[in-house]
């Protein structure tokens, strides 16, 4: 049968297919357009299956923040390639990942996609035209009563940030520049965990044990290398726990004077309760 250059482009709009595909389809399908419209989706099932083991470490990295800034959602969307990544259609599905992620709060890229039909037919939508593997990678939820959710997003949006703080009470609104500050200082800073107390034991002894194999090294003594170890694990906490990093915009304080500072000016307790870093390609997904 003859398809037709309108049967064609009616398909291409509705799909975002290309034209080449959209032909192949209709002729598949002797003309039915809604039995090509699922040739078109099970190409892009296909294109995922035959694709699986494809790293997809491009892509996009977004937030959402609610109008009353007590809770936020970021989300990580890969592709293969960084072109796909700045493709409309592919800017289109992160958004829709996004916002979607912000009214359901799913748990997990799972649930997204197992409990939403829209993300899940896009998702194979646009696999089966840019020809790509493409994953919601990873996604988090974070909602908090009494605390203020800021977030940062970093040129390019393949860095993004989110902080939670608690004991906000009536100073949100002051602290949210702050809190912006705070944002980029994780991204910039690349901090493990908000204080020395969330460092992880064995990450700890790890660290210790090479600080003591390395003054041995050196030819110190062994009985001052436990002291060593001790001295340069402060150096680490310094480094990696987000209290205690130097404030990138004034290195004379650290971040925990510049909360200080906040809470003495306002005669209030707010604390940093969590973040979350989000960065293309982070082994820690």
């Known amino acids: 049968m003859t398809i037709t250059t309108q049967q064609v482009q009616e398909l291409r709009q509705k799909t975002g297919s290309g034209m080449m ?8 399908a002797e003309g039915n357009m809604e039995k090509a419209i699922e040739i078109l989706r099970k190409k892009g099932q296909a294109v995922a299956s035959k694709r699986a083991q494809k790293t997809a470490s491009e892509g996009l990295v977004l937030t959402r923040i609610a109008g009353d800034k007590k809770s936020g959602i970021i989300v990580e969307v890969n592709c ?9 259609d592919f800017v289109k599905l992160a958004n829709l990942v996004a916002d979607k992620t912000a009214e359901t709060h799913p748990t997990s890229p799972k649930e997204l996609i197992e409990n939403n039909q ?12 840019v020809g790509e593997k493409i994953e919601i990678s990873r996604l988090a939820v974070d909602k908090i009563d009494n605390g203020l959710v800021v977030d940062y997003i970093h040129p390019g949006s393949k860095l993004g940030v989110m902080v939670v703080f608690n ?16 944002a980029m ?5 690349r901090p493990i965990c908000v204080t020395r107390d969330e460092v992880p034991k064995e990450l700890i ?3 210790i044990e090479i600080y003591k194999e390395v003054s041995r090294k050196e030819g110190k003594p062994e ?12 150096k680490y906490y310094q480094e990696n726990c987000l209290i205690e990093q130097a404030y990138i915009k004034d290195n004379s304080m650290s971040v925990g004077d510049l909360l200080k500072e906040f809470n003495s000016k306002n005669n209030s307790d707010v604390k940093i309760d969590h973040f979350r870093r989000f960065h293309l390609g982070d082994e820690n997904k």
């Open 223 to 234: 009985q001052i290398l436990e002291k060593i170890a001790q001295g340069k694990l402060n």
């Open 205 to 207: 002894d790890k660290e």
């Open 21 to 28: 595909d959209c032909k192949k389809a209709l002729i598949e």
């Open 167 to 182: 004991n906000t009470g009536n100073y949100a609104s002051e602290l949210y520049s702050l809190g912006k500050d705070i």
């Open 80 to 88: 293969e390639t960084d072109f796909v990544a700045g493709s409309e």
């Open 185 to 189: 200082q994780v991204a910039a800073m």
């Open 118 to 129: 829209v993300v899940k037919d896009n998702l194979n939508d646009v696999m089966g035209k």
